[in-house]
C-alpha cells in the first residue's frame, strides 16, 4: 500500500512508518471489535506525540529562550511543563500554578508554552474548562501540538462527569463548541485516520455527558 503524507507530521518523519503500521495490525487483529479501536487509537497517538516530542526535546533549549523572549510570566512557568515527563510532578505544579496559568499557556504565542499548558490541563482542578482550546489546537496541524491536544482532550472527556460539571459551573456552550470542533476534526479527510477516529469517539462521549446532563437537570 502506498504511503501517505499527511499535514500533520514532519516530512519524512519516522514516526508516519510507525503509524501505517498500527493501521494495518489494526485492520487484521481489531476489525469488526469496535471496543480496542480506541485503544488502538489511542496506542497510535501516544506513539506520534511521543515521537514528535522526542524531535523536539532537540530543540527544547533555544525553543525555551524564544518563550522567555516572547511570553508571560505565567506562561514561562507553564512552559517548563513541556520538559517534564513525571505526572505526579506536573499535578503538583499544576496545583501551585492555579488553573488560569495553566489556561492562558494553551493560548500563548509559543509552541513551548501551548504545549506546557496541554501538558497540565489534566490536572486542572475543571480540566473541562481547558477542553475547548484543547480542541481547537487538535484541529491545528501542527505535529507536536495536535495529537498531544487530542489526547488529553479525550483523557479529560473520558473521566467526566454530571455531578462534576454541575460542581464547577461549567459553561456548557463552551462544551457545545468543544463538540463541533471534534466533530470537524473526525470529518476531516485529510486527518489521519486514527486521530479521527479518537475524535469521533471523544466527540460521542461529551455528547453522552452532556445529554446526562440535560436529563438529570
Sequence with gaps: MPQKTHTWL???SACVKTYDGCIER??????GQPGRSRRAALRCLATL?????????????????????ESTDSALTVAALA??????????????????????????ATSLAKLGGIRG????HAPEDALEQLAELANSRDALLAPEALIVCAAIIEALTPAQLVAH???????QRT???????????DVLTELR?????ARLELIDRLQTLDSEL
Design 121 to 124: 490541563s489534566r490536572w486542572l
Design 169 to 175: 459551573e461549567t459553561d456548557l456552550s463552551e462544551l
Design 197 to 201: 477516529i479518537t475524535a469521533a469517539e
Design 26 to 31: 489494526r485492520a487484521h487483529t481489531e476489525r
Design 49 to 69: 506525540a511521543f515521537a514528535a516530542s522526542t524531535q523536539w526535546s532537540l530543540h527544547s533549549s533555544r525553543a525555551y529562550a524564544q518563550t522567555s523572549v
Design 83 to 108: 520538559l517534564e515527563v513525571d505526572d505526579l510532578k506536573i499535578a503538583r505544579s499544576v496545583a501551585n500554578f492555579g488553573d488560569q496559568a495553566v489556561l492562558d499557556a494553551l493560548s500563548d
Design 179 to 189: 463538540e463541533l470542533l471534534l466533530r470537524k476534526l473526525a470529518e476531516d479527510p
Design 10 to 12: 514532519p516530512a519524512r
